[in-house]
């Protein structure tokens, strides 16, 4: 006697179903913890591989600049650092928003753990700014347009999180942080165009102009190899800290409790 | 080789900038994996999962015990 | 989407918005403060502090630099292609100092000179192998002698 269970009749129209439910899949702790476990060492993998490329291409291949002679090759950690920090923000600010809207747990989690990398990429274009400043400059610092506009991204990104574990509860904790954040994304524009808007001791744009990069090709090709390296080092180290983040804010939860014992 | 550790006069530049790229990320990477595996590990211990299955196992061997003795 | 998030996105956007007014309008009102340096036509205008510390930026014009024998004392004009200020400084250049470089110094100006206490180089968003920038200069050389020889 072969019973057929029919499944019960979805809410909405199958279309919408099917549409939303790559995004609710995200909502899931559990399934979120599964995917982090599986893509992030793959992606950092694919992230180890290609620095190891782009450190040889950048140090050893590419031939040394006609006025700054070696200490250009500071670039290629540089400017990546530097793209990753404002990128890195944007997704956080998305996530938080994301989290404020559809009140989902994970997008908060997601945006706690991007900010620390955040800060660690806006702390590395700073470092390795400044260092390329001194020879090439004459200074390790001033206090220029984009180089103050770079400073107060770090102070978001440190506030993001102080202000966020400030709050003994997990809601209103997500809901602070994610207006902050928020509200810091007017940043990033001013970063970028920061070298166009008003005169500052810092070039403008190489890569991202309009009329195309000015930069020779064979010191272009490590720059944009370095460059994927960072995106998926940080999808990497997101997913990472994602993952623990998870495990930990949802031990008391059944799927928890399944995979440490089951 | 020295020459290229030399990098025309800028090594400590250089070098520095990329040391310190190196051992943040690599930290950031790894930190949370270490994290992950001690949260593993600690979970396995606190939670009380197994001991309470441990319970039920004796009580049911002495419920089968009494009904064979019975 | 529910009513209720609809009204919760459209509160973040309202405050996007709302901060991007603000911040345009602080930095507009800024803008001076913001900027790093007087060009030589806001010196010739009036527009820089007379007799404070301010910072010049320019080009440094080809065949203007002249250096001390004896001391690190050098002199230099700066200009923005359209006005010219004499610098003085005695100091270490930056190693990117050239003639046709953009400049940014720090100083005063007496006696109608500008005192420079600190020199830096600013570099442009140029990046190339010395062969390759050889190859322009003889290309742009050639193109000179070709239209000035007729």
Redesign the interface.
């Known amino acids: 006697m072969n019973q057929v269970i029919t499944p019960p009749a979805p809410k909405n129209s199958a279309s919408k179903g099917r549409k939303w439910r790559w995004f609710h899949r995200f909502g899931s702790p559990a399934w979120v913890y599964r995917f982090a476990s599986n893509w992030a060492p793959r992606f950092g993998v694919v992230a180890g591989v290609l620095f190891l490329i782009g450190l040889y291409q950048g140090l050893v291949v590419a031939p040394p600049d006609y006025q700054m002679g070696d200490s250009y090759r500071i670039i290629f950690v540089h400017v990546p650092s530097a793209w990753l920090s404002m990128f890195s923000y944007f997704v956080m600010a998305v996530a938080a928003a994301i989290g404020l809207v559809w009140r989902m747990k994970v997008a908060n989690i997601t945006a706690r753990s991007i900010a620390p990398l955040g800060a660690l990429f806006t702390f590395c274009a700073l470092v390795t700014g400044s260092l390329w400043g001194k020879p090439t400059w004459g200074t390790y610092w001033v206090w220029d347009a984009r180089l103050t506009s770079e400073l107060i991204l770090l102070f978001l990104f440190i506030g993001f999180i102080a202000l966020h574990d400030a709050f003994e509860d997990r809601r209103t904790a997500a809901r602070a942080s994610a207006i902050l954040a928020i509200v810091g994304v007017v940043n990033l524009p001013i970063i970028h165009f920061s070298v166009e808007w008003w005169n500052t001791l810092h070039q403008g744009s190489t890569v991202t102009r309009l009329d195309g990069p000015t930069i020779d090709s064979r010191m272009l090709s490590p720059l944009l190899i370095m460059f994927l390296a960072f995106n998926f080092y940080f999808a990497a180290a997101v997913l990472n800290r994602l993952r623990v983040s998870l495990l930990d804010l949802e031990r008391k939860t059944n799927w928890v409790k399944e995979l440490v014992h089951g | 080789m020295a020459e290229f550790f030399h990098m025309g006069g800028h090594a400590y530049f250089i070098w520095m900038s990329y040391a310190i790229v190196c051992i943040t990320f690599v930290y950031a990477f790894f930190s949370p994996i270490y994290r992950h595996r001690k949260l593993l590990r600690d979970l396995s211990k606190t939670n009380h999962g197994g001991k309470t299955k441990k319970v039920i196992a004796t009580l049911k061997s002495a419920d089968d015990e009494f009904s064979q003795s019975s | 989407m529910t009513p209720k ?1 609809k009204q ?2 459209m509160l ?1 956007g309202l ?2 918005l709302g ?2 007014a603000a ?1 345009a309008l602080t ?1 507009t009102a800024l ?1 001076d403060n ?4 007087f ?1 030589p036509t806001e010196v010739a205008q009036g527009e820089a502090p007379s007799g404070a510390t301010f910072r010049l ?1 320019g080009m440094v014009v080809d065949g203007s630099v002249k250096r001390s024998q004896t001391d690190l004392n050098v002199s230099f004009d700066l200009t923005d292609t359209a006005e010219v200020v004499t610098v003085q400084y005695a100091g270490i ?4 100092f050239r003639e046709g470089q953009g400049i ?1 110094t720090t100083g005063s100006i007496e006696n109608g000179v500008f005192v420079a206490r ?17 190859a322009l200069k003889k290309a742009n050389a050639k193109q000179y002698q070709t239209s000035t020889g007729q």
């Open positions: 998030r919760r996105l973040v405050l996007v901060v991007s911040a930095l803008q913001i900027n790093l340096f060009s930026g250049l930056p190693d990117l940014v600190e020199v830096l180089a600013k570099h442009d968003e140029n990046y190339m192998p010395p062969e390759v920038s050889d």
